[in-house]
Protein backbone atom coordinates (compact mmCIF):
# COMPACT_ATOMS: atom_id res chain seq x y z
CA UNK A 1 0.00 0.00 0.00
CA UNK A 2 1.37 3.36 -1.15
CA UNK A 3 1.30 6.40 1.18
CA UNK A 4 2.90 9.84 1.76
CA UNK A 5 2.43 11.79 4.30
CA UNK A 6 3.58 15.80 3.89
CA UNK A 7 5.27 17.57 7.41
CA UNK A 8 6.61 21.04 7.94
CA UNK A 9 6.67 24.23 9.42
CA UNK A 10 3.48 25.88 9.91
CA UNK A 11 3.67 29.46 10.14
CA UNK A 12 6.72 31.70 8.77
CA UNK A 13 7.66 34.80 8.55
CA UNK A 14 8.67 36.99 5.56
CA UNK A 15 12.00 36.17 4.10
CA UNK A 16 12.39 32.68 6.19
CA UNK A 17 13.26 29.25 4.37
CA UNK A 18 10.47 27.11 4.24
CA UNK A 19 11.39 23.31 5.13
CA UNK A 20 9.13 20.68 3.92
CA UNK A 21 9.22 16.78 4.06
CA UNK A 22 7.31 13.90 2.70
CA UNK A 23 7.51 10.46 3.96
CA UNK A 24 6.68 7.24 2.06
CA UNK A 25 6.15 4.29 2.21
CA UNK A 26 4.63 1.10 -0.27
CA UNK A 27 7.59 2.27 -2.92
CA UNK A 28 11.38 3.35 -3.13
CA UNK A 29 12.50 6.06 -4.89
CA UNK A 30 15.92 4.15 -6.26
CA UNK A 31 12.94 2.04 -8.28
CA UNK A 32 13.37 2.99 -12.16
CA UNK A 33 10.92 5.29 -13.15
CA UNK A 34 9.26 6.89 -9.83
CA UNK A 35 10.38 10.08 -9.08
CA UNK A 36 8.54 12.72 -5.87
CA UNK A 37 6.62 15.77 -7.01
CA UNK A 38 5.65 18.75 -4.87
CA UNK A 39 2.66 20.54 -5.94
CA UNK A 40 1.27 23.77 -4.35
CA UNK A 41 -2.68 24.68 -3.95
CA UNK A 42 -3.20 28.70 -2.40
CA UNK A 43 -6.61 28.52 -0.79
CA UNK A 44 -9.37 28.37 -2.79
CA UNK A 45 -7.11 28.55 -6.04
CA UNK A 46 -5.91 25.58 -8.14
CA UNK A 47 -2.60 23.05 -8.31
CA UNK A 48 0.78 24.80 -9.19
CA UNK A 49 4.04 21.89 -10.10
CA UNK A 50 6.93 23.16 -8.16
CA UNK A 51 9.63 20.21 -8.50
CA UNK A 52 10.28 16.43 -9.27
CA UNK A 53 13.40 14.23 -7.67
CA UNK A 54 13.51 10.80 -9.61
CA UNK A 55 15.14 7.73 -8.80
CA UNK A 56 18.14 8.54 -10.78
CA UNK A 57 18.16 11.86 -8.92
CA UNK A 58 17.29 13.72 -11.79
CA UNK A 59 15.26 16.94 -10.84
CA UNK A 60 12.92 19.19 -11.93
CA UNK A 61 11.98 22.81 -10.87
CA UNK A 62 9.32 25.44 -12.23
CA UNK A 63 11.43 27.99 -13.52
CA UNK A 64 8.84 30.51 -12.11
CA UNK A 65 10.69 29.37 -8.71
CA UNK A 66 13.48 27.90 -9.60
CA UNK A 67 15.40 30.12 -7.73
CA UNK A 68 13.69 29.82 -4.63
CA UNK A 69 13.77 25.83 -4.77
CA UNK A 70 16.00 22.89 -3.41
CA UNK A 71 14.74 19.27 -3.88
CA UNK A 72 16.82 16.37 -2.06
CA UNK A 73 15.62 13.14 -1.30
CA UNK A 74 16.86 10.41 1.36
CA UNK A 75 16.42 7.03 -0.41
CA UNK A 76 17.02 4.62 2.70
CA UNK A 77 14.48 6.43 4.74
CA UNK A 78 12.06 6.80 2.62
CA UNK A 79 11.81 10.68 2.23
CA UNK A 80 12.29 13.59 -0.08
CA UNK A 81 12.62 17.57 0.77
CA UNK A 82 11.80 20.50 -0.59
CA UNK A 83 12.85 24.00 0.56
CA UNK A 84 11.96 27.64 0.00
CA UNK A 85 13.88 30.48 0.33
CA UNK A 86 12.76 33.97 1.10
CA UNK A 87 8.97 32.99 1.33
CA UNK A 88 6.53 36.19 1.68
CA UNK A 89 2.60 35.89 1.57
CA UNK A 90 2.17 34.54 -1.67
CA UNK A 91 3.55 30.87 -0.83
CA UNK A 92 0.82 30.97 2.08
CA UNK A 93 -1.01 27.39 0.85
CA UNK A 94 -1.20 23.72 1.12
CA UNK A 95 1.87 21.61 -0.04
CA UNK A 96 1.16 18.11 -1.44
CA UNK A 97 3.55 15.72 -2.19
CA UNK A 98 3.01 12.98 -4.96
CA UNK A 99 4.32 9.81 -6.58
CA UNK A 100 5.05 10.62 -10.31
CA UNK A 101 5.52 7.76 -12.32
CA UNK A 102 6.95 8.10 -15.20
CA UNK A 103 5.24 4.84 -17.01
CA UNK A 104 1.77 6.85 -16.79
CA UNK A 105 3.48 10.55 -16.47
CA UNK A 106 0.74 10.99 -14.15
CA UNK A 107 0.88 11.44 -10.60
CA UNK A 108 -0.36 8.21 -9.44
CA UNK A 109 -0.68 8.51 -5.50
CA UNK A 110 -0.98 12.27 -3.43
CA UNK A 111 -0.37 12.60 0.27
CA UNK A 112 -3.09 14.36 2.07
CA UNK A 113 -1.24 18.20 2.02
CA UNK A 114 0.07 20.10 4.66
CA UNK A 115 -0.71 23.83 5.32
CA UNK A 116 1.65 26.48 5.51
CA UNK A 117 1.28 30.16 6.36
CA UNK A 118 3.36 32.89 5.64
CA UNK A 119 2.44 36.23 7.99
CA UNK A 120 4.22 38.56 9.52
CA UNK B 1 4.81 27.70 -20.26
CA UNK B 2 1.14 25.42 -21.92
CA UNK B 3 -2.04 27.36 -20.78
CA UNK B 4 -4.99 24.70 -19.66
CA UNK B 5 -8.43 26.37 -20.00
CA UNK B 6 -11.27 24.36 -18.02
CA UNK B 7 -14.83 24.81 -18.86
CA UNK B 8 -16.62 25.47 -17.22
CA UNK B 9 -15.61 26.44 -13.96
CA UNK B 10 -18.69 25.21 -12.43
CA UNK B 11 -21.25 22.93 -13.22
CA UNK B 12 -24.70 21.92 -11.17
CA UNK B 13 -26.15 18.99 -12.43
CA UNK B 14 -27.98 15.63 -10.93
CA UNK B 15 -27.23 12.09 -9.53
CA UNK B 16 -27.94 9.84 -12.58
CA UNK B 17 -27.11 12.62 -14.88
CA UNK B 18 -24.40 12.22 -18.10
CA UNK B 19 -21.82 14.99 -17.31
CA UNK B 20 -18.78 16.64 -19.06
CA UNK B 21 -15.64 18.83 -18.43
CA UNK B 22 -13.40 20.03 -21.15
CA UNK B 23 -10.31 20.97 -20.81
CA UNK B 24 -8.24 22.67 -24.25
CA UNK B 25 -4.63 23.22 -24.02
CA UNK B 26 -2.71 26.48 -25.63
CA UNK B 27 -0.84 24.34 -27.90
CA UNK B 28 -0.73 20.79 -29.03
CA UNK B 29 -0.19 18.17 -25.94
CA UNK B 30 0.26 14.84 -28.11
CA UNK B 31 -2.26 13.15 -25.68
CA UNK B 32 -0.69 13.49 -22.11
CA UNK B 33 -3.43 14.56 -20.39
CA UNK B 34 -4.35 13.60 -16.88
CA UNK B 35 -7.40 13.87 -14.72
CA UNK B 36 -7.55 14.47 -10.66
CA UNK B 37 -10.90 14.93 -8.53
CA UNK B 38 -10.30 16.95 -5.34
CA UNK B 39 -13.02 16.26 -2.65
CA UNK B 40 -13.22 19.16 -0.19
CA UNK B 41 -11.39 17.72 2.80
CA UNK B 42 -8.58 18.32 0.11
CA UNK B 43 -7.90 14.82 -0.89
CA UNK B 44 -6.64 14.23 -4.65
CA UNK B 45 -7.37 11.68 -6.22
CA UNK B 46 -5.68 10.42 -9.39
CA UNK B 47 -8.31 9.46 -12.39
CA UNK B 48 -7.20 9.23 -15.57
CA UNK B 49 -3.98 9.10 -17.41
CA UNK B 50 -2.90 10.25 -20.95
CA UNK B 51 -6.08 10.97 -22.16
CA UNK B 52 -8.16 7.39 -21.63
CA UNK B 53 -6.53 5.27 -19.38
CA UNK B 54 -8.53 4.51 -16.02
CA UNK B 55 -6.49 4.63 -13.17
CA UNK B 56 -6.72 1.06 -10.83
CA UNK B 57 -9.89 1.34 -8.69
CA UNK B 58 -11.76 4.01 -10.84
CA UNK B 59 -14.99 3.16 -11.56
CA UNK B 60 -15.74 2.65 -15.14
CA UNK B 61 -18.49 5.40 -15.00
CA UNK B 62 -15.75 7.67 -15.79
CA UNK B 63 -14.03 8.29 -19.12
CA UNK B 64 -11.87 10.54 -21.05
CA UNK B 65 -11.00 11.00 -24.65
CA UNK B 66 -9.60 13.98 -26.67
CA UNK B 67 -6.49 14.64 -29.20
CA UNK B 68 -4.48 17.51 -30.05
CA UNK B 69 -5.26 20.07 -27.82
CA UNK B 70 -9.12 19.58 -26.57
CA UNK B 71 -9.74 17.04 -24.18
CA UNK B 72 -12.50 15.78 -22.22
CA UNK B 73 -13.54 13.71 -18.75
CA UNK B 74 -17.15 12.36 -19.08
CA UNK B 75 -19.25 10.83 -15.81
CA UNK B 76 -21.64 8.51 -17.52
CA UNK B 77 -24.27 8.48 -14.36
CA UNK B 78 -23.51 11.20 -11.24
CA UNK B 79 -23.12 9.26 -7.90
CA UNK B 80 -23.04 10.89 -4.78
CA UNK B 81 -19.18 10.76 -4.28
CA UNK B 82 -18.85 12.49 -7.89
CA UNK B 83 -19.08 15.71 -6.45
CA UNK B 84 -16.03 17.24 -6.37
CA UNK B 85 -13.30 19.90 -8.03
CA UNK B 86 -11.84 18.18 -11.30
CA UNK B 87 -8.78 19.04 -12.60
CA UNK B 88 -7.23 18.81 -15.77
CA UNK B 89 -2.94 18.21 -15.76
CA UNK B 90 -0.66 18.13 -19.03
CA UNK B 91 2.58 16.36 -19.21
CA UNK B 92 3.72 16.91 -22.61
CA UNK B 93 5.90 20.18 -21.60
CA UNK B 94 7.93 21.28 -18.80
CA UNK B 95 6.47 22.79 -16.47
CA UNK B 96 3.67 20.25 -16.30
CA UNK B 97 0.75 22.70 -15.67
CA UNK B 98 -3.01 22.35 -14.27
CA UNK B 99 -6.41 23.65 -15.25
CA UNK B 100 -8.34 25.93 -13.24
CA UNK B 101 -10.62 23.29 -12.12
CA UNK B 102 -14.24 22.65 -12.56
CA UNK B 103 -16.73 21.99 -9.49
CA UNK B 104 -19.59 19.78 -10.12
CA UNK B 105 -22.39 20.76 -8.03
CA UNK B 106 -25.37 19.14 -6.89
CA UNK B 107 -28.38 21.02 -8.43
Known amino acids: QVTLKESGTGILQPSQALSLTCSFS??????????VSWIRQPSGKGLEWLAD???????GYNPSLKNRLSISKDTSNNQAFLKITSVDTADTATYYC????????????WGQGVMVTVSS | DIQMTQTPSSMPASLGERVTISCRAS??????LNWYQQKPDGTIKPLIY???NLQSGVPSRFSGSGSGTDYSLTISSLEPEDFAMYYC?????????FGAGTKLELK
Open chain 1, 26 to 35: GFSLSTTGIC
Open chain 1, 98 to 109: ARLNIGTTDFDY
Open chain 2, 27 to 32: QGISNY
Open chain 2, 50 to 52: YTS
Open chain 1, 53 to 59: ICWDDGK
Open chain 2, 89 to 97: QQYDSSPNT
